[in-house]
């Protein structure tokens, strides 16, 4: 009895282990870091064609951006035509032939991103893949997609007829499964984004329901009061993220014109410190060489791309005035001194209280200036809605 039971774990561990390799495998092979690309929402809203996608990409492209690291073409939503007699999905008229679409993105060196619901519509009324997520899952595959954003929005009228919160819960969770398992029975790496809002502290679940990045909040605004409140909100998520496995406060604004330079500096450098994933989300055939350098600055990517994985958090706060922390693979560590205040503010930074000795070596990233050795606290001036980002090592 004794021999058969020791057998039965061991057969129930190997089990484990295999599965959960297969896990990581998935997550390692497609999210290692978080996503970087664009996306269509932020600035072309449902105005997306196949011709923006590719103008998208050419830009991607020439401007330097896929050599900083950006990679992913995602199509949000207004995509989506009629299904067929058979139930296979079609592209709507803005986009004659998706195949073709995505060999041209793979002929740049980037790759395809598309978006749908686990409703039967997606939030702006197109066609959701409610009924035929394995379907869905094999055309994606076939036209070349590599990467999947997968938006509640429909599902929530079944949900709402849910006899409890824990039924309407358990068919999201079902629902988000379900299209995780077609994906993987494509043999296609994808990327799983699942977009819910951070309903029910998804990040607590996210990763079992394999998604490789998860939203945790509502959609940002290219205003600072949305930026900074997504952003900021985030204190408490860092250890629910890792390799393979990301929290997601939404895409980005730089560039879109609502804020300005030193509220795009804070919203890059805060995304960076959370580890998040790095879509920009405005046109980048029209960007000005200034919101280039914001979205390519290679020190601020370095620290979103840290491969150690490890999202930073809040350390420290003082009304408007937050000190957030991100510990780098190299032992160094970005630390972001925000003024949520419009008008400047200074402060010290001690590093003692940062897990420092003096002396320590500090660079400013956004002035890209050595500041050499430092040892009594540290005076920073930080413009309004600004921020001082420094990377410091011992
Ligand atoms: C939701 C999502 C957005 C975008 C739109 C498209 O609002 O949160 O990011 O995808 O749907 O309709």
């Known amino acids: 009895m004794r021999g058969r039971g020791m057998k039965l774990f061991a057969a129930m561990l190997l089990i484990c282990i295999v599965y959960n390799t297969r896990v990581s495998a998935q997550e390692a092979e497609v999210a290692p870091t978080p996503p970087m690309g664009w996306n269509s929402w932020n600035h072309f809203r449902n105005k997306v064609e196949d011709a ?37 999905i079609h592209p709507n008229s803005k986009f004659p032939d998706m195949k073709a679409l995505a060999d041209y993105v793979h002929s740049k060196g980037l790759k395809l991103g598309i978006y749908s619901s686990p409703g039967a519509k997606t939030c702006a009324k197109f066609e959701g893949s409610l009924g035929h997520e394995e379907q869905d899952a094999k055309t994606y595959a076939a036209w070349g997609v590599d990467y999947l954003k997968y938006d509640l929005c429909g599902l929530r009228e079944q949900m709402k007829a849910a006899p409890s919160p824990e039924a309407a819960h358990q068919i999201m969770v079902d ?26 502290a998804v990040w607590r679940w996210g990763r079992d329901v394999g998604g490789n990045l998860w939203r945790t909040t509502g959609d940002i ?26 929290n997601d406060p939404d895409m980005l604004e730089v560039g879109n014109g609502g804020m300005n330079t030193e509220e795009y500096r804070t919203h890059m450098s805060l995304w960076a410190i959370l580890a998040a994933p790095l879509l920009a989300g405005n046109d980048l055939q029209t ?27 809040r350390v420290w706060v003082e009304g408007p005035i937050e000190i957030w922390v991100r510990r780098l693979a190299d032992r160094s560590k970005a630390v972001g001194v925000f003024n949520r205040h419009p008008s400047p503010m200074t402060t010290s930074v001690d590093f003692s209280k940062l897990g420092f000795s003096a002396p320590v070596h500090a660079t400013d990233v956004w002035l890209n200036k050595d500041l050499g050795a430092i040892s009594a606290p540290y005076r920073v001036e930080i413009p309004g809605h600004g921020v001082v980002l420094l990377r410091v090592k011992q």
């Open 175 to 200: 629902a988000y499964i379900k299209m995780r398992d077609a994906l993987r029975r494509t043999g296609r790496p994808i990327v799983y984004s699942l977009c819910q809002y951070g309903n029910d």
């Open 287 to 313: 960007m000005t060489p200034e919101t280039l350098s914001l979205l390519t600055n290679r020190e601020v990517i370095a620290i979103d791309q840290d491969k150690a994985g490890e999202q930073g958090d």
């Open 221 to 246: 605004s290219d205003r600072y009061a949305s930026m900074s409140q997504i952003g900021f909100s985030q204190a408490g998520l860092a250890r629910f993220a890792g390799p393979g496995h990301w």
């Open 52 to 88: 923006t996608i590719r103008a998208q990409a050419d830009a991607m492209v020439s401007s330097g951006m896929r050599d900083a690291g950006y990679v992913y073409v995602n199509i949000d939503d207004t995509w989506q035509g009629e299904r067929d007699a058979t139930g296979v």
